[in-house]
């Protein structure tokens, strides 16, 4: 049978393991919101990439139209120009010209349909991305929006559990208080059950004085603590 003391100790194991618990949680959330943020930059940098992917391209077209009026004027002025001459092999010299003039033109323009199918197939892709990106950044925001409200009901509870926590230590007498928090301070939890001669803390088997005081038995009423690790123990009827 557990004594008052024993019973109180229990009491503040648990009250302190929930509120452990809950400020490890509450600790939690900022880490958890900076994630789903980093997802929101990495879709929002994914719209901006299909973009420029759109915008690269209709530059290109652009520097393609410029080459290729570029092209049409200077064969204008060839023909122009062959049109007034009256030596042959001017005439002829004019000719080639224009015949390269003419195939550059040509391959312009073959690059020109490219580029434009390029910005059709770059569009659609760019309105399928953009709808499924920013479908995406909703569902993140509102993670962030549920994570804030967890994280002020966690405040709450947390300083519920604090409360709890600070009237379960006000029950114990000082040197039980310094005996509690040196085990708490390594690791909960710091009151165990002894089991088939071990203590259930650390698994290792207690001497016959620290059973015999766990039973009850100790002339000095002392609370028993585990020979191995230094936890409070007492024994499981």
Not at 135 to 162: S, V, Y
Not at 165 to 183: E, H, K, M, T, V
Not at 228 to 235: E, F, K
């Amino acid at each position: 049978m557990l004594t008052p003391v024993l019973e109180k100790v229990l009491i503040l194991q648990e009250r302190d393991a929930r509120r452990r618990g809950l400020e490890a949680q509450t600790k939690a959330v900022p880490g958890e919101i900076a994630l789903v943020e980093q997802k929101i930059a990495a879709e929002k940098a994914a719209i901006e990439a299909a973009k420029t992917e759109v915008k690269e391209l209709e530059t290109k077209k652009k520097m393609l139209e410029t080459e290729i009026g570029s092209a049409e004027d200077k064969l204008g002025k060839y023909k122009t120009q062959q049109s007034q001459v009256r030596k042959n092999d001017e005439y002829q010299a004019l000719g080639h010209e224009i015949e390269t003039t003419e195939t550059a033109i040509s391959e312009l323009e073959g690059s020109e349909l490219e580029v434009m199918y390029a910005i059709d197939e770059a569009r659609k892709k760019f309105a399928a991305a953009e709808a499924e990106l920013k479908q995406n950044i909703t569902g993140h925001q509102a993670r962030i929006a549920m994570l804030g409200e967890r994280a002020a009901n966690l405040k709450a509870e947390l300083e519920g559990a604090t409360a709890e926590f600070n009237a379960a230590r006000s029950g114990l007498d000082a040197p039980i208080l310094r005996i509690y928090d040196r085990q708490a301070a390594r690791a909960l939890p710091v009151c165990v059950p002894i089991r088939g001669g071990k203590c259930s803390g650390c698994h290792l088997k207690v001497s016959s004085e620290v059973e015999s005081a766990a039973r009850g038995k100790a002339t000095d009423g002392q609370l028993a603590a585990c020979d191995q690790c230094g936890r409070l123990v007492y024994w499981e009827s």
